[in-house]
């Protein structure tokens, strides 16, 4: 028998390899790789979403149903085969599960037609978090659905809207397009027309077919109505309208003449366009208004994620709806199938730290487990500010490695080229961006368009808590609406996590410089509503409302300001400043112009303190770009003058590739983001003209993907015709051969003369990766060279066949006992374009991260100094343990004058005393010595970095 207070070894991943699986690539595509994973030195898979998602779905995150696996992913069969050989290749699953949101529409999820059929006398009600009371009283008890492609008036007479009646089921819908909107079982009698004379055209007067009929028609009006709310009502009406349903289809199933009457009902109604027709009218009785799609910003009132009124929020904390929706993921956690949870968008959930608390017990429970914490492997996806510290509250081991990314590319850029690239930017463009306002001013911009009707509901419920009080009735809702704007639009962090009456001093310092922050900008007459504010976001107590009341509203102001974060920073302004758009990534901060050696160390040792086993990351499914395009574009950093005067040239050359449409022309700020983006994209290989040609269109589609996400010159809300096709034609005339002989001859020669310094950063940075404390992943494709940019572009097929045969050749190679190491690894430095070279550092790395597990899982981590004349293009650290000492060398800052493969001649590493002397490094084999100095031992690294530019030093025991 188990003991229950017996803790497991929790299995910590060595490495973890990122699929994105869709109808594409399936369970049996993943299952013919895993061999190949596990050859490279992959511990753990770690995989998109596969529960049932919506039909065509390129992500998962869609799901509609979280009892089945994705049928266009893959059987239970399937499943199982992919688990058997994971399983047999030694390697475990870590799976993303999204509990913040479903998709809705369409006519898939069962969940939320049963809410669109019976309001709030649906058992499913509770699962989304819906406003049944807003505002607007003609939204009362009403789902306001922002699916129309114009105004509902318009489609209605264009007869769009159809009704239909399924005699199977014995049931009727409103069917528009793809999406189902069900009927309302107690408003059939207005279709049925059980008194209508026209049946006695298909019946006689005494047809027991038409006294039954009469009968079902009465029974369908008596159910209760849809806001009886009692467990008693919702689950009479659920056993009443089911047993009406089968009496109907029944009836129609036994007279093909009752069929004919209603399939003429059904005609009539549909046919009669317009307010006064009987579908209007049916409409209206509905528990959901139909709408255009633009006034969802405005007035939707049920929580979307983000913007996307497809994906409907869930409360998942509510026990009903955990349960529902985690069944299936814990029957495979207890069937040993699932060794670690990703949980995507952790910020949108109302209470996140109790959610991952919930998700623990209930782990430990379906393993038996005593009170481990956390029971298995679980990772958040969270985004944390650089002055911001995750939790440690939290009961997980760590965040998805956004941090770590963006701390690891700031390495790599020349702190020194701020000023210059800044005057560049400026000159360019001709004007100055100032930042912090570009952002102020875009998260104001999304609170006013697609995230108004949040703004809404949180101003509304503010408005209810300071009509309570004599001391602050008087506040308008206008007063307060704006006010709450501003306090958003300065908040700092993505969000607070106040769940109790105990606020953290992180919280509080972020909330009052917020709510300061908004006050100095705020133009209202009356100030004092920002104290009001700052009272009950920091939950002071008010002897008027309830306590209950003013956490509901902390907790609901919570979800909403990652939204704002999100659309605001990460989706407009970190596509309107393009100074250096390296900077630009999810997590980052263009403010923070590289990193400092002491900040990586800092980072690292801190890391390894707190959340040791947190995952590390360069490129994922959501970055803007991959880990190698950002470190091309950072060699721009070292010379920014070069890069000025290449710049102004190319926009003089091109000055003629701007086609007036209507006066309108690409936007100097697009131009300048276009040049960055070949700059980190450029083929490192001829390609064939269907390459090229592919590779036109991604950077034609990334370039309207990017505009639009500015929300200057175009927007997905309003997209800019003239101006996209302006922008195109620019991109296909400078990307023209015929057209562009000049500009692409002198941009290829600027690119070759600094191509490979970026691609040294590339590999340099993968040496951190998987050497560094936590838990590395790679992401799909990207153990050879991956260009791409901001999705659907980075969730592009791989090419795991050709990625394998080059695995097996250079396994092949290496395996050879005569073996001339050093012409075999010249021999990748001389051919750096056809990506050989990442796959080998990448094997090799995770090959010897695989022998030293316990080193790199438990080991310390220690600041390396280094000295001589390139000291500061030299990062150095080591990991060490009882039995074990490692060195790690990386290059950065390339030296243009002497070439980044001489970045180790005359610099040596300041080691320990009681290091050892002796030091075989990884990737040359090559053998050194320390020397021995006053307090320390002197490792001079030239040797190693002349043969291989990065070097993995482990120390021989003598």
Not at 133 to 147: A, N, R, S
Not at 681 to 689: A, G, I, R, V
Request: proline letters at 4%; aromatic letters at 12%; one cysteine or more.
């Amino acid at each position: 028998m188990t003991d229950p207070n017996r803790q497991r070894d929790i299995d910590i991943p060595v490495s973890t390899y990122r699929l994105q699986f869709n109808k594409h690539f399936t369970f049996a595509d993943a299952t013919h790789i895993v061999g190949y994973l596990r050859r490279l030195g992959i511990s753990h898979c770690y995989v998109s979403p596969y529960l049932k998602a919506r039909p065509g779905s390129t992500h998962g995150y869609d799901i509609v149903d979280h009892s089945e696996l994705n049928p266009e992913i893959g059987s239970r069969e399937d499943f199982e085969r992919f688990i058997a050989e994971l399983q047999r290749n030694g390697m475990g699953l870590i799976t993303d599960i999204v509990p913040n949101h479903m998709a809705v529409m369409g006519s898939d999820n069962i969940w939320w037609l049963d809410v669109l059929e019976n309001g709030q006398a649906s058992c499913y009600a509770s699962f989304f978090d819906i406003d049944w009371c807003p505002v607007k009283k003609t939204l009362q008890d009403k789902i306001l659905l922002p699916v129309l492609g114009d105004h509902y008036g318009n489609i209605l007479e264009q007869r769009e809207l159809k009704l239909a009646f399924d005699a199977g089921q014995g049931e009727f819908s409103v069917y528009y397009h793809q999406h189902r909107f069900p009927a309302d079982p107690q408003t059939y009698l207005l279709i049925l027309g059980s008194q209508d004379e026209q049946l006695l055209n298909y019946f006689a007067a005494d047809d027991p077919v038409l006294l039954e009929y009469q009968t079902i028609d009465n029974s369908f009006s008596k159910l209760p109505l849809c806001t009886d709310k009692s467990e008693e009502k919702i689950e009479e009406r659920k056993r009443d309208k089911e047993v009406f349903k089968k009496q109907l289809a029944k009836l129609c199933a036994d007279s093909p003449a009752l069929v004919a009457y209603i399939d003429s009902r059904v005609e009539k109604i549909n046919r009669v366009a317009g307010e006064g027709g009987e579908l209007h009218a049916l409409l209206e009785q509905q528990v959901y208004r139909l709408a255009y799609w633009r006034v969802a910003g405005d007035e939707i009132n049920y929580r979307r994620f983000f913007d996307i009124n497809e994906l409907a929020g869930l409360r998942i904390e509510d026990e009903k709806v955990f349960a529902a929706t985690h069944e299936l993921i814990l029957s495979l956690i207890a069937e040993g199938r699932i060794q670690g949870l990703r949980i995507d968008h952790a910020d949108g959930l109302y209470d996140p730290v109790a959610y991952y608390q919930h998700l623990n017990d209930k782990i430990a429970a379906v393993l038996n487990d005593g009170a481990g914490q956390p029971p298995i492997y679980i990772v958040a996806e969270k985004i944390v500010a650089n002055y911001e510290y995750l939790s440690n509250n939290w009961p997980i081991h760590g965040t998805t490695g956004y941090e770590f990314a963006n701390i690891v590319n700031g390495v790599f850029i020349d702190s020194g080229a701020e000023k210059p690239l800044t005057h560049c930017y400026a000159r360019f463009i001709e004007y100055r961006q100032d930042f912090d306002e570009l952002v102020y001013q875009a998260k104001r911009l999304v609170m006013t368009t697609s995230l108004a009707s949040e703004l809404n509901v949180l101003a509304n419920h503010l408005g209810k808590i300071a009509d309570a009080s004599s001391k602050t009735r008087d506040y308008t809702l206008y007063a307060l609406r704006n006010a709450l704007s501003e306090v958003i639009a300065c908040f700092p962090v993505y969000r607070t996590y106040i769940n109790s009456y105990s606020v953290s001093k992180e919280d509080s310092q972020y909330i009052k410089w917020a709510v300061d922050q908004g006050k100095q900008r705020s133009w209202a007459a009356d100030k004092t509503v920002f104290e009001f504010i700052r009272q009950l976001l920091l939950l002071e107590h008010n002897p008027v409302v309830a306590d209950g009341e003013l956490l509901r509203f902390v907790m609901k102001f919570q979800q909403y300001t990652p939204q704002v974060m999100a659309k605001g920073y990460e989706d407009t302004a970190l596509y309107r400043y393009n100074r250096l758009i390296s900077l630009n990534e999810v997590g980052g901060d263009p403010r923070g112009f590289g990193n400092s050696l002491n900040t990586f160390h800092h980072f690292n040792q801190s890391r390894l303190k707190k959340w040791p086993h947190t995952m590390l990351c360069l490129s994922t499914h959501d970055t803007k770009r991959s880990a190698d395009v950002r470190a091309r574009i950072n060699v721009l950093t070292e010379i920014p003058q070069q890069w000025q005067e290449a710049v102004l040239r190319w926009q003089r050359l091109n000055r003629f590739r701007k086609t007036k449409m209507n006066k309108i022309v690409i936007a100097r700020n697009d131009e300048y983001l276009f040049y960055q983006v070949l700059i980190g994209t450029w083929p490192l290989t001829h390609l064939s003209d269907a390459g090229w040609g592919d590779y036109q269109q991604r950077i034609r589609a990334y370039m309207i993907k990017a505009i639009r996400e500015a929300k200057q010159y175009s927007s997905w809300l309003n997209p800019n015709e003239e101006y996209e096709q302006a922008v195109t034609q620019f991109v296909c005339r400078c990307l023209d051969p015929n057209v562009s002989i000049l500009f692409l001859k002198d941009f290829t020669g600027f690119e070759k003369r600094i191509r490979k310094h970026g691609l040294y950063n590339a590999l340099a940075q993968v040496v951190l990766l998987l050497t560094s404390p936590g838990v590395p992943d790679i992401y799909q494709g990207n153990e050879c060279w991956q260009f791409t940019l901001v999705d659907p572009d980075n969730r592009r097929p791989v090419d795991f066949n050709k990625n394998n045969r080059i695995l097996t050749e250079m396994e092949t190679d290496l395996a050879k006992p005569d073996l001339d190491r050093p012409r075999f690894i010249g021999s990748l430095l001389e051919n750096i374009e056809d990506g050989r070279i990442k796959l080998f550092v990448i094997m090799q790395t995770l090959g010897f991260r695989h022998r030293y597990a316990g080193l790199f899982k438990n080991g310390d981590y220690l600041k390396i100094n280094v000295y001589g004349a390139r000291a500061d293009r030299l990062l150095a650290f080591a990991r060490q343990d009882r039995d074990n000492f490692v060195v790690v060398v990386v290059p950065r800052l390339n030296d243009f004058n002497s070439g980044a493969e001489d970045a180790g001649t005359d610099s040596w590493l300041e080691l320990p005393h009681k290091a050892p002397r002796r030091y075989r490094e990884l990737f040359s084999q090559c053998r050194v010595r320390a020397e021995a100095a006053e307090d320390c031992l002197r490792l001079f690294v030239s040797e190693p970095l002349q043969l291989f530019p990065f070097a993995i030093l482990s120390g021989v025991i003598e």
